[in-house]
């Protein structure tokens, strides 16, 4: 059985299944070292153009698997704290992966997505929830930090502060209506169009041109990172002007409009 599906459901479209539902998709090792691998796979691979992550089952991922964890690799001689420590670094590697794929990434969160799960569905780029979904930052309740895999990085500039300290102070769920409500995910869809939901969105998506999406993209990212909104300006206005300059996109986009059909863009000239 392979815990990590990956099938093309639509054109330009690459669907990522966490197959171990009997588990609710828990992040053992032998379940996250493929899922990365299979990232950095389909980042590379040109001819798609967005993705989406969901779980099998009834959850998205119940975070780190409480029982039967396994070993991360290439770990032969070294002592625990090691092993501790490049167990960390392959699990963070993991929400980095997906941040800096090239497509857009779309979870399509069908149950609980918990702890570690909570942050993979935060490094996505858009989050669509069943009514089923739910949140929670495991970590304070199981005596440790709610803090894991960026969660309190990401969490803050998802929700605002406030929100963000009281949710992982305290433990409690989110459940999908909250998560809508604070801007958590873009929308709630019925559990049985969810993924033809997410196929539709992945499917726009990928109508538009490929440098001006994979721009936008690192655009919006490093907006979280930008320490003045001048110098987050600059970085926009070059990515606006290289496109501009080196393709026909934009007198494509106004000749489509004029012709009242739908642009094809070569980005290129």
């Excluded at 992966?97 to 570690?116: D, Y």
């Excluded at 949140?135 to 502060?161: D, H, K, Q």
Aim: negative net charge; glycine residues 8%; proline residues 4%.
């Amino acid at each position: 059985m392979s815990f990590i599906v990956v099938e093309r459901p639509r054109e330009n479209v690459a669907l990522v299944t966490l197959n171990r539902p009997e588990r609710m998709n828990a992040m053992a090792f032998d379940v996250m070292v493929p899922f990365r691998e299979s990232l950095e796979a389909i980042s590379n691979d040109n001819s798609v153009r967005a993705v989406v992550i969901t779980g099998a089952g009834r959850g998205f991922s119940s975070g780190a698997d409480q029982t039967s964890a396994g070993s991360p690799p290439h770990i032969d001689g070294l002592t625990r704290p090691t092993v501790a420590l490049r167990a960390m670094e392959m699990l963070d590697d993991v929400v980095l992966t997906l941040r800096r794929m090239h497509q857009p990434v779309i979870a399509a969160i069908n149950g609980a997505a918990i702890g570690g799960g909570f942050c993979l569905s935060l490094a996505s780029d858009i989050r669509l929830a069943a009514p089923e979904a739910y949140f929670r930052a495991a970590g304070i309740n199981n005596g440790l930090t709610a803090s894991e895999l960026g969660l309190s990085y990401l969490l803050p500039r998802a929700i605002g502060s406030s929100r963000a300290f009281e949710i992982m102070l305290t433990g409690r769920d989110i459940d999908a209506d909250e998560a809508a409500r604070i801007g958590l995910v873009s929308r709630i869809v019925a559990g049985e169009d969810l993924l033809e939901e997410a196929f539709d969105l992945a499917q726009r998506i990928a109508m538009f041109s490929r440098p001006g999406i994979e721009l936008t993209k690192r655009t919006l990212w490093s907006s979280l990172d930008a320490s003045s909104m001048s110098q987050h300006m600059n970085q926009e206005g070059l990515g606006q002007l290289m496109i501009r300059l080196m393709t026909d996109n934009f007198e494509e986009a106004t000749l489509a409009r004029r012709e009242k059909r739908d642009p094809v863009f070569r980005d290129t000239r």
